[in-house]
């Protein structure tokens, strides 16, 4: 008996010892993953912790405003009020997104969009629920904020344009950042982030963008914040400074609004900065801002007058005889003729078997450089182009400017053609006729340009043949100014002021072709260049039974009407192009817009350089005036 209870009292002792021996052990790890914890890796998960109370954001920087050269804003920035959502922390996302739309109006557009963002984005990424939101609206999403997790109001910005169409080709507009457009900067994922999409707003993008800043906050278990630790505000976008005078420009495309498509450039002959340049018709940028819709959009895409397009840059049209000029210099340059070269116009010249015709069918008789310019006698250049060769007449005009890209600060400049026999040789695989040469001598056949071109090769002709280039910045923020010297073109002052003397004559001697739309203001007098560029074939059964005119043709195969000209005479400054697409006659359409906007560029000039006048308010003369001041006129050529 005893010796049965000593086992057992035995047994008992090695099961108390084993049961002993693991909760010492028990015991022993859990003090040693306890002194792991607590002790080594003490800042560790110290940090972690503090990671958990504290959410870092990164803040919206400023965008950059745009103004104009007098420090008129053109760009600003507004207040927005938008709600954004945090998928991780709303968990059901459809259900959040139908509480918010019984406060806020969703479209079965936005639920897409809101999808399609939620699934490319990171799940801690706000993505923009609405933007544009009225104060009631935020109001109500704060105060059903319990019932509404991860839903929030973020503050803003919206880019707004003041000056609406006036603008809109020059500033372009900004927009949401696409997929494609995403280059890992974490700025670009930001809730309601946009760039630039088009014109300056793009081209300095990165400038008027800025540098985003960080917020530290607290927040409790929910992710609800208490408080805001510490803020770095980063950098605002960079102010740019733009050479435009938002007055002019605004006048310039009132202008232009009498025409059904157009488009018009004024620019600083010295300096080659743009004081005006507007295209017709044009679109509110401010529709892009806060999301065009797709009807809008479509009719913007359908309409046969191309409103998304800047005509002054982007359009490329035969400049008809405003392309003259080029071809006389050609001629003098190159020694062939001299300056008191003459020409016998009997209203034709024949060339084999082909006929071609000047404008004037009884011809202008016997012309010389000036007189040619001034009638704007098709038959003087023909016999210019048949002597000299179409590759003197492509090097004289790329040396000012034509048939190349001019490097302008805004997207979308083309580069216009200006034709050689290589060029058809490599472009089109066949040889160069004579024949062409007489069709390019009147601007017309493979011949194109822009209006920017011709406004800079005007610019090259009167500021004494240097190759100023055009541009619409002036500074940024406090950069440099304008540049003011240019490399000379090298070609002969003699031989400038020939052409000068026959854009003098077109305007001021009472047969020029343009007399009836010259300037009468004493001082303000201009010179200047018509032209008619015909967009259709005229057959010789037409020519037998009469030419068509005008207004009696579809829109579409109207001439177009250019002029190039420039302001004062005596001193020029001012360089202007004008196309009016479809028009009709340079002289009778484009002349008088090109008249009014030179006339104005100096009257503005002299309000400031004598009164002094406040610049804070743009001055825009009614359109009433505009259209005492186009007038009735009729084709006298060119």
């Not at 043949?465 to 003699?494: C, D, M, N, Y």
Request: with cysteine.
């Amino acid at each position: 008996m005893v010796e049965r209870d000593t086992d057992r009292y035995r047994s008992l002792t090695r099961r108390a010892l084993m049961l002993g021996g693991i909760q010492a052990g028990l015991i022993s790890t859990l003090v040693g993953r306890m002194y792991y914890l607590q002790v080594l890796q003490s800042d560790r998960y110290t940090m972690l912790a503090e990671e958990n109370r504290i959410n870092m954001r990164l803040l919206t920087p400023s965008r950059g405003q745009i103004l104009d050269r007098f420090g008129v804003p053109l760009a600003v920035n507004q207040q927005n009020f938008r709600v954004v959502i945090v998928s991780e922390q709303a968990r059901k996302i459809d259900r959040m997104l139908n509480l918010i739309s019984e406060i806020v109006p969703l479209t079965d557009t936005d639920y897409r969009r809101i999808t399609r963002e939620i699934q490319r984005k990171r799940a801690f990424v706000p993505v923009t629920v609405k933007e544009n939101l009225t104060w009631e609206q935020v109001t109500m999403i704060e105060v059903n904020a319990p019932d509404l997790p991860g839903v929030s109001i973020d503050v803003g910005e919206l880019r707004n344009y003041p000056y609406e169409a006036a603008t809109a080709h020059l500033l372009g507009y900004v927009g949401v950042v696409s997929e494609s457009e995403l280059n890992g900067d974490p700025v670009l994922t930001l809730p309601g982030f946009r760039i630039g999409k088009a014109g300056v707003e793009k081209f300095h993008d990165a400038s008027l963008r800025g540098v985003a800043g960080t917020s530290q906050l607290e927040v409790n278990s929910v992710g609800r914040v208490i408080r805001e630790l510490s803020r770095d505000e980063g950098q605002p976008g960079r102010d740019i400074t733009m050479t435009i005078d938002i007055g002019l420009q605004q006048y310039t495309q009132d202008r232009l609004n009498a025409e059904k498509s157009a488009a018009a450039v004024v620019m600083d002959v010295h300096t080659g900065g743009i004081y005006s340049m507007a295209s017709h018709p044009s679109y509110d940028a401010n529709l892009f801002t806060t999301g065009i819709n797709a009807e809008t959009w479509e009719e913007l895409l359908s309409d046969p007058t191309t409103p998304l397009s800047n005509k002054a840059v982007a359009g490329q049209y035969a400049p008809g005889s405003t392309f003259k000029m080029m071809v006389a210099l050609a001629a003098l340059d190159s020694g062939i003729v001299g300056p008191r070269h003459s020409v016998f116009c009997p209203g034709h010249m024949d060339l084999g078997d082909h006929r071609f015709h000047c404008w004037k069918k009884g011809g202008h008789g016997t012309v010389d450089f000036v007189g040619a310019l001034k009638h704007s006698c098709d038959t003087f250049f023909y016999d210019l182009a048949k002597r000299i060769g179409i590759d003197r007449i492509h090097d004289m005009a790329k040396r000012f400017g034509l048939g190349q890209r001019l490097q302008l600060d805004l997207p979308g400049e083309r580069p216009g053609l200006i034709p050689s026999r290589d060029w058809k040789q490599a472009n089109l695989g066949k040889s160069w006729t004579q024949g062409e040469s007489l069709i390019a001598a009147i601007g017309q056949g493979y011949v194109l340009a822009t209006p920017l071109q011709l406004a800079v090769m005007q610019s090259r002709l009167v500021n004494g043949g240097f190759a100023v280039k055009p541009h619409l910045t002036r500074q940024i923020e406090r950069g440099a100014g304008e540049q003011t010297a240019w490399p000379a073109i090298g070609i002969s002052k003699a031989h400038l002021d020939i052409t000068l003397a026959g854009q003098n004559a077109v305007m001021n001697q009472g047969d020029g072709t343009a007399f009836k739309m010259r300037i009468t203001e004493p001082g303000f007098e201009m010179g200047g260049k018509t032209g008619t560029s015909q967009v259709r074939r005229i057959t010789m059964a037409e020519r037998s039974t009469g030419v068509l005119k005008n207004d009696q043709l579809p829109w579409r195969q109207r001439d177009h009407a250019l002029f190039v000209g420039y302001a004062p005479i005596n001193a020029p400054r001012y360089a202007c192009a004008v196309i009016v697409e479809h028009g009709g006659g340079g002289s009778a359409v484009a002349a008088p817009i090109a008249r009014d906007l030179l006339l104005e560029v100096q009257r503005r000039d002299s309000a400031r350089g004598s009164a002094q006048v406040s610049r804070a308010e743009p001055v825009v003369e009614p359109a009433a005036a505009i259209a005492v001041n186009r007038g009735a006129a009729r084709k006298v050529g060119g």
